[in-house]
């Protein structure tokens, strides 16, 4: 039976983590305290047991500070994730639990322990360890205020970012180059006769890229790149001393040697080489892309504010694109009844829409994943793709329940996706941006692999993988919405029906990798910034940083902002924001065989799923990546599609 999310409150969402930490407490209890000879249902089994109820108390408790639209109730789940979060923390700081898991660890059961369940031992262990077991109790100490504070930045970080509001309010002659349907869709302004654009990406976005005042678009910008800055400086300040301070009691140099000890990566070496190999080539191919944004602005070196609104001139004129013609093919229902299809197809899966499911607002839709043959229930998850005001700004997948061996039988994945599309008006559907199409199959990668990812042990179910791979199999989804003949399935005109013209199709696909030199420095450079505050030095100016690593870009910093204020994966992905170009390569590579044996190829997809998605963290990724693709993974498609391979 799902959660009634219809039914939570601020009461609600603080009885549910405290239930849960009651639970657990009492778990807990017997595993220090076990028999003579220590087994793995006296040890092991009730850690399971408490990594489960955890993430569900988070999916009823915490999660809904994402989403919920009561303020009290986005408020109390904040409480709720902060207490959680540091109960959390603090396990891997309790020593009897170190003792009871090292007295099991020294058994012969233990010892004779293989796949998943050797894994999960290995891997606790290892969280003790990284936690100071092998540290004097005042280092340790220090370690566990340290990493409790961080928990509390974290938070705090995120909830200044999700509740900011800004914008601009602009007269109609303002607001020239907006299509009419953009300007449907905003609140009025506080002054009569204006309209509101807000940050929300669905205004700010479209804004950026077809608003012809280069002034307003200088305005906005500056407003964007400095969201919840007075709020959220001091806290990334301190946590990035606070993470330096923990490598430093561990006698590492930094805190990016601390965290990737868990990554693919392993050393940040590996990816100071990994950009030290593409920045040269890609500066290289970016100045003739410099010089073409100079060309389409009257000869002058474009701005910040201008590559977005450049880019898409360009396209316009040079691809016949115009992104308001083009997302008249992409009405929302479509394109998520289009990636139904596909991945049904691909993946030998079938979905349902369930009605009447209590969800936390009318705007959240509910599905079932089955497996196509034979019916059998793999998984549910809610798609919530629309703003409102408090909501988690981005977009993201959120585990609601992991999938894991229960004890009477096995429990099913549930997942949610937040987005914030453009949302339906009583005379337009939601129509998407290609872009847009690209972030939701993006993120619906995520859902896939989380609800098809069924291990033993929550610890390995879906994407949790090591962080440096997590985006892999997301990044793979995006290629299917650059595949024509993918994209003629679904992309039908929301008033004429017809399908979107071959022609269309076509230059789209040719315009995808228009400035992809700069759009890939631009990713680059965020990678950049992340290491630098996470790196050795001492002490670090932040502003000085974002200065330095915006010029990888090509593009001056825009004075006056500092943009990582808003930058919410410093918080999670800190000293792992590399992964997302580092995963491209894998997802790159792995496409490479849907390439080469058909796009929508079954075969391909059925081993897509079982060699990856279905085995979660259950092994190392390079070990699925062997096995998927039969040999070892390489660089080569990637660099092919960025031109300097």
């Known amino acids: 039976m799902l959660y009634d999310y219809t039914s939570v409150t601020p009461a609600s969402v603080r009885a549910e983590v405290e239930d849960a930490i009651a639970r657990a407490e009492e778990l807990l209890a017997a595993v220090v305290a076990p028999p003579a000879a220590p087994t793995w249902e006296s040890t092991m089994a009730p850690l399971d047991a408490v990594a489960a109820s955890v993430v569900i108390a988070s999916g009823r408790g915490p999660f809904m500070a994402r989403v919920h639209p009561d303020k009290e109730v986005r408020d109390a789940a904040q409480e709720a994730e902060e207490r959680l979060s540091k109960w959390v923390s603090d396990l891997a700081f309790r020593r009897d639990l170190y003792e009871a898991v ?15 369940d050797a894994r999960l031992l290995e891997f606790t262990r290892r969280d003790f360890r990284r936690a100071g077991h092998g540290l004097d109790p005042e280092q340790r100490a220090e370690v566990q205020r340290l990493r409790t504070r961080l928990v509390e930045l974290g938070v705090a970080f995120a909830r200044n970012i999700d509740e900011y509001q800004d914008g601009l309010d602009l007269t109609r002659e ?13 609140g009025p302004g506080k002054a009569e006769g204006t309209f509101r654009v807000s940050l929300d990406y669905p205004e700010y976005y479209p804004f950026m890229d077809q608003a012809r005042r280069a002034d307003l678009r200088r305005a906005l910008q500056f407003k964007m790149f400095n969201q919840a800055r007075e709020q959220n400086l001091p806290l990334l300040e301190e946590a990035v001393r606070l993470r330096l301070e923990i490598a430093r009691i561990f006698g590492l140099p ?10 693919m990566a392993k050393e940040p070496k590996a990816v100071e080489d990994f950009y030290a190999a593409l920045v040269p080539p890609l500066t290289e191919k970016s100045q003739a892309e410099l010089a073409d944004l100079a060309a389409a602005n009257g000869g002058a070196a474009p701005e910040p504010w201008d590559f977005r609104y450049l880019h898409t001139v360009i396209r316009r004129e040079r691809f016949g694109i115009d992104p308001s013609e083009v997302a008249g093919y992409f009405p929302l229902e479509q394109v998520v009844q289009g990636m139904f299809d596909l991945t049904a197809e691909v993946f030998g899966l079938a979905y349902r829409r369930l009605e009447g499911v209590p969800t936390w607002h009318p705007d ?44 009477a039988e096995y429990v099913l994945p549930r997942t949610a996706i937040a ?13 998407l941006q290609h872009d847009e199409v690209v972030t939701l199959f993006h993120e619906f990668g995520h859902v896939l692999h989380n609800s098809l990812g069924h291990t033993r042990h929550p610890r390995f179910a879906g994407y949790n993988t090591e962080w440096d791979f997590v985006e892999a199999p997301s990044q793979i989804m995006e290629h299917w919405c650059w595949t024509p003949e993918v994209l003629q399935r679904f992309a039908r005109h929301h008033q004429t029906g017809k399908p979107i013209p071959a022609a269309l199709v076509e230059q789209l696909a040719a315009a995808r990798d228009l400035h992809v030199a700069l759009l890939t420095l631009r990713q680059i450079s965020f990678g950049l910034l992340d290491m630098a505050f996470h790196g050795p030095a001492e ?28 930058f919410g994966h410093l918080f999670g ?11 491209k390569v894998f997802g790159d590579d792995m496409f490479s065989r849907f390439a080469a044996e058909g796009v929508a190829g079954p075969i391909v997809g059925g081993e897509y799923r079982r060699r990856v998605l279905e085995r979660g963290g259950s092994v190392d990724a390079g070990e699925m990546l062997r ?7 390489n660089q080569e498609a990637f660099l092919r599609h960025l031109g300097i391979g």
């Open 254 to 263: 930094s805190w990016a040697d601390y965290g990737m000890e868990e990554k």
């Open 627 to 633: 096995a998927f693709l039969g040999r070892e993974p």
């Open 102 to 116: 090292e007295a099991y660890a020294a058994t012969p059961e233990a010892a004779a322990l293989e796949g998943e």
């Open 174 to 186: 303002e607001l020239d180059g907006l299509p009419e349907d953009y300007l449907s869709r905003l």
């Open 364 to 407: 959240v839709m509910v599905y079932e994943i089955a497996d196509r043959e034979g019916g059998r229930l793999l998984a549910t998850f809610y798609a919530d793709l629309f703003p409102r005001e408090g909501k988690f700004g981005h977009a993201a997948a959120f585990d609601l329940v992991p999938a894991h061996q229960g004890e």
């Open 419 to 431: 987005a914030n599309f453009t949302k339906p008006t009583a005379t337009q559907p939601s129509l």
């Open 539 to 566: 002490e670090k100016d932040l502003f000085a940083i974002t200065r330095e690593t915006t010029a990888v870009t090509g593009l001056p910093h825009h004075e006056g902002t500092f943009y990582p204020a808003g």
């Open 573 to 583: 992905y800190d000293a792992g924001y590399y992964g997302y170009l580092w995963a």
